[in-house]
């Protein structure tokens, strides 16, 4: 009975925490709060075109995080999962633009291969930097983002940019190279899905097979892991590969569901959000599913606070952070709790 | 100045580690506190540098009763120590670390060239050789530990206290360190030595006190003693003979050998030119004092660390370059030293531990993945078999005691068809319950044809284990010898202090 009441505040003690400074900040911004409450849930809710917005934003948050999450189990600490996307993005773009004749069937597996071994490349790098080097992965991968990022824009602005317009962009895909809607009359793509596939497959890899069990023993206690024979330096490197290689999925999925181009600023932040996602979601794939998918809610019904209730954005961004202190906090206490 | 320290009592957990010690040191004299591992030396000295409280007894200066709480204390009426592991700021420089703390005319913004002056004085006068510009960072061990000396002297400590001093210098660096203490000793300065090498305390002290599990056994002037009187001091307890038959074995095929295996760190022989062949079945034991080159002789047999020269021969095959995992697949285990790095993964549970070792054995897996009834019921059965005291095989190995720990790593080592077992130090830390429960699996195991290479610091394991005793000291083999009713302790404690056991016999 004691433990459970323990249990239960655990759980709604973050909660009520976070929605009493939401409160708190709305008062001081000096909104009505019944009408931002309104907007906000009108935004996650209102009608299917919203509720498929919030999967569409989920989709590379979750795919990343799934990444992240990944890196972290064997203690590559991948903070490029910015940069991985983009570099994905790009492979995948480049695939689609001078191979747009080729049948959907071939080209989309195409588009994903190009963008899985563009990012798994791009966190290759500072992986096998740290494991022959020692070299520090964090300050690596998180400088590799600007490289990526320019890489961009320096492309859409000379190699593949559309001749037919002005603004620095790639030209639109050929159909062939969509990947079709979920649901008709939103822009809710087949990704989703995809990315749902692919935590039950990233949950089965590490939790169920020996080399997932390297990986992990790796990242718990790498010199044990060494002493029994594993061989950390190649697990290191294969977590790095399979980290930078999700990210780069999210790139695919963004260019080939939801813009069908590559252009700047595609990516809404979704390479730092996702450490978040896989910190929040324990790094366990059915925690990384839940936060991505609450996240996208919350980017969601911010943008519709918004406009209907004129909250700046903002604030999303400054409740998301309240979030990360609250739970490293309650994590902090609960394993105080167990310890004691 | 003198100082004494008087029946001094200190208990760690309920665990007595001094029991009524006395000591004393007095100016320009150096005071060598001889033990083994564990018998309170370094206890007794935290103490009187305030690190530690003491429960009872009394410290008094020239008479007068002190109470030291804190080093600041300590450091206030003149007594400093030079601890095993230098404190030292690498980026900064010698001159910024010996000030470091200090409130110096002008702070915060001190005079830097009267105080590297003041230094080169000390310096010169002791015959130091420290530079105070340099960096920290691009020094020796050697001129570290110089630094550190410099560090006291230059706040006018007039009792200084080594921990371990030699045990970080190679044989040139302590030759010199001997002439600084000389020099110290002549300017009047009380000089402590905290050691374990009796060939040391006999080069370089006025008086030695012996301690032993907490108590002190000997003091004495040092041309009242002599070695073997030190040895069997330090080591003492009644040691019990064999306890086992006197065993023989076919060593025309030895299970393991060695040949001129040498391991070299930093330009030094760790391991040099080590020979040892073991036949099937054989415990031997290898003695010696901590860091003597016990860490790489086990690593180099295991594979986790290669020999620089030499080679490795498992039952006559040559294994110098074969990778850890070989040696383990073909029969080959460990029980490492410090089994929180080497052995256990503390934040999984027991049967991901076991799994550590076992995620590549077929039995473990079905259709590629993990077979969890298997891991199940292999870790459960291993529980009972070797008694581990845990509420379940789900709960993370990091809660239970480490004796249970340590039978676990056992047990999982021993599931296996062993031919050769490198146990390094396997019952350190562990209470006699757990450390009898493991000799005896080591006996048995031994009993089934299992080679085992104990190596140990504790020569009590030693010598009721091992059919035969070899002396590890700097890295060398000083011989190897019967564990059988000739067995002499003095002879042990000879070798343990560097002397080859052929020139003892002549």
Not at chain 1, 290 to 316: E, H, N, W, Y
Not at chain 2, 284 to 302: C, P, R, T
Not at chain 2, 336 to 354: E, T, V
Not at chain 2, 440 to 453: F, R, T
Request: charged content about 20%; overall charge neutral.
């Amino acid at each position: 009975m004691k433990t459970w009441m323990h249990k239960l505040v655990h759980f709604v003690w973050p909660v009520v925490a976070v929605f009493a400074v939401t409160v708190l900040l709305l008062l001081l911004i000096g909104v009505d709060l019944a009408q931002a409450f309104r907007g906000f849930f009108y935004g996650l809710f209102g009608n299917t075109f919203q509720i498929g917005e919030i999967f569409v934003k989920s989709t590379p948050l979750l795919l990343a995080g799934l990444g992240c999450s990944i890196g972290f189990h064997c203690g590559f600490i991948n903070l490029g999962a910015e940069g991985q996307l983009y570099i994905g993005a790009l492979a995948s773009s480049v695939v689609a633009i001078f191979l747009g004749d080729l049948p959907p069937a071939i080209l989309i597996p195409l588009m994903f291969a190009a963008g899985f071994i563009a990012g798994g490349i791009w966190a290759f790098i500072p992986g096998i930097m740290k494991a022959k080097y020692g070299l520090s992965e964090v300050i690596m991968s998180i400088m590799f983002n600007y490289i990526a990022i320019q890489l961009i824009a320096l492309s859409i602005r000379t190699w593949i940019k559309d001749p037919d317009y002005p603004f620095p962009m790639s030209s639109l895909f050929a159909e062939n190279a969509c990947l079709p809607l979920l649901i008709p009359h939103t822009r809710l793509h087949i990704g989703f899905f995809m990315a749902l596939v692919f935590a039950a497959l990233v949950y089965l890899f590490l939790w169920k097979t020996a080399r997932g069990f390297q990986i992990r023993a790796c990242g718990c206690n790498p010199r044990a892991s060494f002493c029994v024979g594993v061989n950390v330096n190649r697990n290191i490197i294969l977590s790095s590969l399979l980290s930078g290689g999700f990210a780069g999925i999210a790139g695919f999925v963004e260019v080939a569901g939801v813009q069908h181009r590559l252009i700047d600023g595609l990516s809404s932040n979704y390479g730092y959000l996702a450490i978040m996602v896989a910190l929040l979601g324990n790094n366990h794939p059915a925690g990384v599913v839940v936060t991505a998918v609450l996240l996208g809610a919350l980017d969601i019904g911010g943008l519709a606070m918004q406009r209907q209730a004129g909250v700046p954005t903002s604030l999303t961004t400054v409740i998301l952070g309240i979030i990360i202190v609250v739970f490293l906090l309650r994590n902090h206490y609960s394993t105080r709790m167990k310890e004691a | 100045m003198h100082i004494s320290m008087r029946n001094i009592h200190k208990s760690f957990f309920g665990a007595p580690v001094l029991v009524g010690v006395d000591f004393s040191i007095d100016s320009g004299e150096v005071h060598s506190l001889l033990g083994e591992n564990g018998a309170g030396k370094t206890t007794l000295m935290n103490i009187l540098y305030g690190l530690y409280e003491k429960e009872e007894g009394e410290i008094a200066m020239d008479g007068k009763p002190v109470e030291i709480h804190n080093p600041a204390d300590a450091l206030s009426i003149g007594i400093g120590m030079v601890h095993q592991h230098f404190q030292l700021v690498d980026t900064l420089t010698v001159s910024e670390n010996i000030t470091l703390g200090l409130r110096e005319q002008g702070y915060p913004f001190p005079d830097r060239k009267r105080i590297d002056q003041r230094i080169r004085t000390l310096s010169q006068q002791f015959g130091l050789d420290v530079h105070p510009e340099k960096k920290i960072r691009g020094l020796s061990v050697g001129e570290r530990q110089r630094v550190e000396i410099m560090k006291l002297l230059y706040r006018s400590a007039g009792i200084l206290i080594f921990d371990e001093p030699t045990a970080v210098l190679t044989p040139p660096e302590i030759l010199s360190f001997f002439d600084v203490l000389k020099e110290l000793r002549k300017a009047g300065k009380g000089i402590v030595i905290i050691t374990h090498k009796i060939s040391e305390v006999q080069m370089i002290s006025d008086r030695v006190t012996v301690l032993r599990d907490g108590r002190r056994v000997l003091q004495c002037r040092l041309e009242e003693t002599d070695e073997a009187a030190l040895s069997n001091a330090m080591i003492g307890r009644t040691l019990t003979r064999p306890r086992r038959q006197k065993r023989t074995f076919d060593p025309s095929v030895p299970r393991l050998e060695l040949r001129e295996a040498t391991v070299c760190r930093r330009k030094l022989n760790v391991l040099d030119h080590f020979d040892l062949s073991m036949a099937p079945g054989e415990i031997v034991g290898i003695a010696g004092v901590d860091g003597n080159g016990q860490q790489e002789l086990a690593e180099a047999v295991v594979g986790i660390r290669k020999v620089t020269s030499g080679s490795v021969l498992f039952d006559g095959e040559d294994i110098t370059r074969n990778s850890i995992i070989d040696r383990m697949q073909s029969g080959m285990g460990y029980i490492p030293a410090d089994r929180h790095h080497d052995a256990i993964l503390l934040s999984m549970n027991l049967k991901q531990n076991l799994l550590l070792k076992k995620h590549l054995d077929r039995q473990y897996l079905k259709h590629g993945f993990i077979n969890g009834r298997k891991t199940d019921s292999a870790t459960k059965q291993l529980i009972r078999a070797f008694d581990v005291k845990t509420p379940s095989e789900n709960i993370r190995i990091r809660y239970l005691s480490g004796g249970n720990q340590q039978k676990f790593v056992l047990a999982r080592e021993l599931d296996s068809d062993l031919r050769l077992l490198v146990a390094f130090q396997p019952t350190r830390g562990l209470d006699i319950g757990a450390t009898d429960f493991i000799q005896k699996q080591l006996l048995a195991l031994a009993e089934k044809g299992v080679s085992i290479l104990l190596i140990s610091t504790d020569l009590q394991e030693i010598i009721s284990l091992s059919d035969r005793i070899s002396v590890l000291y700097m890295g060398k083999n000083m011989g190897i010898v019967d564990n059988d009713e000739n067995l002499s302790i003095d002879v042990l404690g000879a070798m343990m202090g560097g002397r080859r056991h052929e020139d003892l016999d002549a």
